[in-house]
């Protein structure tokens, strides 16, 4: 009785810690704004079962993904071997219904217990031998470290004094129901020629060993920072389920009571925001594929996390025993109470530095390479709007932009009512000589203004013409889509663009709409529904692959055979999940043969030009080079793209490797022309 006491008393004391962990680190993520995030249950847990139980964005990065499973599904059957071991040891002669004494319950819980142990031994491989960079692991004996360490010993060995501690019970087994569990039997075998009363002690032992060890990693769990076994499942259920473009919540400027625009201070991100730290794993996964910081910027998404979750500790420290019984302005606002430095502190530039902050492209490869789904993008746009709206604090070429915008309603400040010049040879008709139309042409800044990409808006005419599509465009009537006011924090600006043209499409009872540009369509197709505009928005190689697919476009027979490869753009391809209809395009086109590069499709790289950034300067080493290189390590004479901002940038990029008669970039609208018959 004593026994079961005290192992009580043991296990007690580790399951409080756990859940003294999880409430404080709770109250701490609820110290942000509320959020709710409970609709669409089913959905939400099919996600919870797709991905925290079922692994699957944990296996798209195959070597650290198997290890992680290797670790998650053995340690979690090798979870029940425990409880078994230790029943059997508190309660002898107790028998579980088809466990106790089952030869095939032994043999699996053995070989999954070894599974997890081999993956944790792989992973301190990775950590401290093989010293994967995106790991960011630090010298040995660093605090950092010693925890890390800590937890991997700790979890080892409550995992293999199980297969101790059985060993000595089937070292006085007759029955043979250990024979098939490999580490029991390896043990057993060992431990044979020992005396009965050596065994049992033997046996006993290994039973305190596994039970100290079981509840200090529960109390290990309330002061480590390694908290994402628990709070990764709850991330994933409580993501977000809005379409990528429609993450950035507007901003209402006539609500007169609403004295902070964008985000400056911790407390003013939700809850949802500050959890994240807490189910992140530091896998450093968004980092590997973060253009911004491969290229030498000050960037990390991995540090971005990292950063909040620092702080959202600190702040939790600060406020004490306050915490979970009320809220940092209150704590500020009580006169009669100290307050720590740390409730002053803004987040631009007391945790995060300015430059982090523009560095970002928008391009969402972090949240498309993060395991648990944390929504690193929409932060970022957040202190924007703060540092834009709140303290005119930005790059100054983004006022060059923002002017361009404000008074010619394009980012080039090429006068307005030029906007259809364009097209006043190709007999285009415009939306308001003829408004019965099956689709509007949204021709976008760059077709409308850019010499380069004005070819591509001639292409695609040329092809709708070809296919007999009975369309239009606004011209004049046209306005900027309000992306890059919207992604460079201009959120006030971006809304002015978006309400002119929501009025204008509505007034014509617009239903469909194309766009070569993958910008303009993630605002009309995602962002346009929170401003009264609802349209059906389509990419033109959505469209183009749905008239080749009808047999409306016919191509002649090709003249000599061209090795292509392929550009994903972000804003096609992450936010709208379009990665084949340019790619079967491709493969339509007579004498093509499409050549991948080393990045693409989820891992495609960024051109540089998303999130604002086409109109500010880049320093150091330029993205859009980065990306030209790997085209040309594929030894391509052409690069297709299907965005003007991808397109102008990597045909900087070719200028600047000094390739131009080696590759061309061009538009997959300007090749299926050129291959019409």
Not at 124 to 142: A, C, M, N, Q, Y
Not at 205 to 216: C, K, L, P, R
Request: with cysteine.
């Amino acid at each position: 009785m004593i026994k079961i006491f005290v192992f009580a008393a043991i296990i007690a004391f580790g399951l409080f810690n756990m859940v003294k962990g999880v409430q404080e680190r709770l109250n701490a993520a609820f110290l942000g704004k509320k959020d709710d995030r409970s609709d669409n249950f089913g959905e939400r847990l099919k996600g919870v079962l797709v991905n925290a139980l079922g692994q699957k964005k944990v296996l798209n990065e195959a070597e650290g993904g198997i290890m992680h499973v290797m670790i998650f599904f053995g340690a979690s059957i090798a979870g029940l071997r425990i409880v078994e071991f230790m029943l059997s040891a508190l309660f002898p002669g107790f028998v579980i219904p088809f466990v106790s004494n089952n030869s095939l319950f032994y043999l699996v819980t053995d070989i999954f217990g070894i599974i997890a142990i081999v993956g944790i031994l792989y992973s301190g491989w990775r950590r401290w031998v093989s010293k994967i960079e995106r790991l960011d692991p630090e010298p040995f004996g660093t605090p950092a470290e010693n925890l890390i360490l800590i937890m991997v010993s700790g979890l080892t060995i409550l995992i293999a004094s199980v297969f101790v501690g059985t060993g000595f019970k089937a070292a006085m087994d007759t029955t043979g129901v250990y024979a098939l569990a490999p580490a029991t039997a390896l043990f057993g075998s060992l431990f044979s020629g020992m005396s009965e009363s050596s065994l049992e002690t033997g046996f006993q032992v290994s039973f305190w060993v596994n039970t100290i060890f079981a509840s200090g990693f529960m109390v290990f769990f309330r002061y480590s920072p390694h908290v994402h076994p628990v709070f990764a499942p709850l991330n994933i259920f409580f993501r977000t389920l809005k379409p990528r473009g429609g993450m950035i919540q507007p901003i209402n400027f006539e609500d007169e009571s609403v004295e902070q625009y964008g985000v400056a201070k911790l407390e003013q991100f939700t809850w949802k925001d500050l959890m994240e730290g807490y189910a992140c794993a530091e896998c450093g996964r968004c980092q590997a594929n973060c253009p911004a910081y491969l290229s030498g910027k000050h960037l990390s998404p991995k540090h971005l996390i990292h950063k909040l979750r620092v702080h959202v500790d600190e702040t939790a420290k600060a406020m004490g025993p306050k915490l979970g019984t009320t809220t940092i302005s209150d704590i500020v606002a009580d006169e009669t109470a100290a307050t720590s430095e740390v409730f002053e502190k803004n987040l631009v530039p007391d945790v995060f530095s300015a430059e982090e902050i523009w560095d970002c492209t928008n391009c969402a490869s972090c949240m498309e390479q993060c395991p648990v789904m944390n929504e690193h993008v929409p932060k970022i746009i957040q202190m924007r709007q703060n540092l834009v709206l709140m303290e005119s604090d930005f790059p100054a070429e983004a006022q060059l932009a923002f002017t361009n915008m404000e008074r010619n309603f394009n980012p080039w400040g090429i006068g307005w009512n030029s906007r259809g010049d364009w097209a006043k040879d190709l007999d285009v008709k415009l939306l308001s000589d003829d408004s019965n139309v099956d689709i509007v042409y949204f021709t976008g800044c760059a077709g409308a203004f850019d010499d380069r990409s004005q070819k591509v808006a001639t292409a695609l005419v040329k092809i709708m013409k070809a296919a007999g599509v009975n369309f239009a465009i606004l011209g004049p009537e046209e306005k900027c889509c309000g992306d890059s006011a919207r992604r460079l924090g201009n959120e006030y600006l971006a809304q002015e663009l978006i309400n002119n043209n929501v009025e204008t499409l509505n007034g014509y009872g617009v239903k469909k709409i194309v766009t070569t540009c993958p910008h303009c369509m993630t605002v009309l197709k995602d962002e346009y529904p929170q401003f009264g505009g609802n349209y059906e928005v389509i990419h033109h190689t959505q469209l183009i692959d749905q008239l080749i697919k009808a047999g409306k476009l016919k191509f002649k027979q090709a003249d000599a055979l061209k090795k292509i490869t392929y550009h994903d753009s972000c804003f096609l391809g992450r936010y709208h999940d379009e990665y084949e209809a340019p790619r079967q395009i491709i493969g339509t086109l007579p004498g093509i043969n499409l050549v991948e590069m080393s990045k693409n499709k989820t891992k495609g790289f960024c051109c540089g030009a998303g999130g604002g950034r086409m109109w500010l300067e880049e320093h150091g080493t330029r993205i859009n080079v980065m990306r030209t290189e790997q085209a040309l390590d594929t030894n391509a004479e052409v690069v297709a793209t299907n965005c003007p901002f991808c397109l102008t940038m990597m045909e900087d990029g070719i200028k600047d490797k000094e390739a131009t008669e080696n590759i061309k970039a061009f538009d997959i609208a300007e090749l299926v022309e050129r291959n019409l018959q």
